[in-house]
């Protein structure tokens, strides 16, 4: 029996316990029930997008055309759940040995429970609701907490999501620091956060008291090499276009650049040029460049430019929250702006002199995100991949691989833990449950391991647990045939008394 009154219980703490008796019900382990939720949750983000563009347009100035591709995003992975769901959920035939030939040996993915997804505020519907996606499809409850620096998208969640999803099941959970911080004392089988590293080691340690297992979305500096053998305007393009996006405030943004010295001054003019194809003369006008979340990050960003020299933009207003695509030149090691992730729409350009000084420069650093390598030579990004470390890795593009379902999705080190997207994220919030069914049959056999041991018994014992086969159905028939014979030979020989 619960030690206090459901009405003296704080709204989280009632929150997580009817998620937790909904999930008893068992109603979300039916394959039916699930693909329901998920099919209300595609009707959600289509029947609503204009309350979702209002939204973001709030919190961070997002054009419809901004809105719509992280939407659209959210409908992709629905879509692939839904068709897939049935396989993901199926039980995974594994290889046998000689010792479980006869036996049914099969993973069975079970879900966990009640999952806690804490979103974060850059693009606050993929980082929230795709989670989510993972978690309903694997059959857990999950409580929805959004992030309340993008207040306007959180109220869209809580005022709407319970109209289309079962609200025991999925319940919204609103606020700042004291509901997080509620949230966090209660028990879920799993927390799925999104944001940086420093809430990520309170979440960590509020998670080992319940030896609860987190998968961590983070950041840091991605950086981005360009060679020398590459066709630089393309390469400038995709780069300006996955910096300044959402206006920088994308975790897998290209952080920082590297590269030639002799290439730095034709970086700047090509990006310098995209800025004003993308954003016009005038990207404060812009309808497709947005603004800095909130205050705090607009001061953030600004002292991160102290001590660096600006070769592009630069333009701010802070009552307006707004900070013009920047490039900056010459950038040092040591400089403010390679100290922490910039997270807006700052690009610090680095020298150096060959790709063997920008493997060293990434490995003295923590794991990024994403790692970007623009060039022509297959080689070497082959040697790149080969010699660093990061969550992902794309070459000549930037961005994309967040939209490849059939890739996991996240970090490595101090860019995070666990991953999702697709069946990565049915697996991470499912529990891959390992099942061996004998039949109380055949004794004879197992009369080799146990006592008394004879040096014949372990010869037999290393024959049979030794041998992987794989082979077809067929292929299983005719050896069952072949072992009965064989083993009742066997058997009769050496271990009959």
């Known amino acids: 029996m619960n030690d206090f009154p459901f009405h003296s219980m704080s709204r989280e703490q009632k929150a997580v316990d009817r998620a937790r008796k909904a999930f008893l019900t068992g109603r979300s382990k039916s394959l039916e029930y699930r693909i329901t939720q998920l099919k209300n949750l595609l009707r959600f983000v289509r029947e609503r997008q204009n309350e979702i563009t209002e939204g973001l347009k709030k919190d961070l100035g997002r054009s419809e055309g901004g809105t719509l591709y992280e939407t659209l995003g959210l409908e992709s992975e629905i879509n692939l759940a839904v068709k897939y769901l049935k396989e993901w959920a199926a039980p995974r035939p594994v290889s046998k040995s000689m010792m479980t030939i006869s036996d049914q040996v099969y993973i069975q993915p079970e879900p966990l ?3 806690l997804v804490i979103g974060a505020w850059n693009y606050p519907w993929a980082v929230t609701i795709g989670p989510l996606i993972g978690a309903i499809a694997a059959g857990n409850a999950a409580v929805i907490k959004p992030s309340e620096v993008s207040s306007h998208t959180s109220k869209v969640m809580e005022d709407f999501l319970p109209l289309y999803l079962d609200k025991e099941l999925y319940p919204v959970v609103t606020g700042g620091l004291t ?27 509020a998670a080992a008291k319940h030896l609860t297992p987190t998968t961590l979305e983070l950041g840091g500096k991605s950086p981005c090499y360009i060679d020398n053998n590459c066709d630089l305007a393309i390469a400038c393009r995709r780069i300006a276009w996955g910096k300044y996006s959402n206006c920088g405030q994308t975790c897998i943004a290209p952080d920082y650049i590297l590269c030639d010295p002799s290439m730095q001054d ?58 013009g695509p920047t490039v900056l030149r010459d950038v040092k090691p040591d400089a403010k702006v390679m100290q922490e992730e910039i997270f807006g729409p700052l690009l610090p350009i680095l020298t150096v002199s060959s790709a063997d000084e920008a493997i060293k420069f990434i490995n003295q650093r923590e794991k990024p995100l994403a790692l970007y390598i623009f060039t022509s030579d297959n080689k070497l990004i082959k040697r790149m991949i ?36 697709g069946k990565y994220g049915f697996d991470n919030l499912s529990h891959l449950r390992g099942c061996l069914i004998k039949q109380l049959k055949m004794e004879g056999v197992n009369k080799m391991r146990y006592p008394p041991h004879t040096a014949d018994k372990l010869g037999w014992a290393r024959f049979f647990i030794l041998k992987h086969v794989d082979f077809g159905s067929l292929g299983r028939m005719v050896l069952l045939a072949l072992m009965a014979v064989f083993v009742a030979v066997i058997l009769q020989r050496y271990f009959t008394d």
């Open 113 to 115: 429970g009640v999952v």
């Open 179 to 205: 509901e997080t911080q509620e949230l966090l004392k209660q028990r879920f089988d799993h927390i799925f956060y999104t944001g940086n590293g420093t809430v990520a080691k309170i979440i960590m340690e």
């Open 266 to 323: 034709r970086v700047i003019e090509e990006i310098k040029k995209n800025i004003k194809d993308f954003y016009t003369e005038d990207p404060q006008k812009c309808l497709d460049y947005g603004h800095i979340i909130n205050h705090r990050h607009f001061r953030r960003l600004m002292a991160l430019l102290e001590g660096s020299t600006v070769a592009v933009g630069g333009e701010n207003d802070e009552s307006l929250c707004y900070i």
């Open 386 to 421: 080969a010699e660093t470390s990061s969550g992902g890795v794309v070459a000549n593009d930037c961005l994309m691989h967040f939209s490849v379902s059939s890739l996991p999705f996240g970090g490595v080190g101090n860019s995070g833990m666990g991953h999702y997207h």
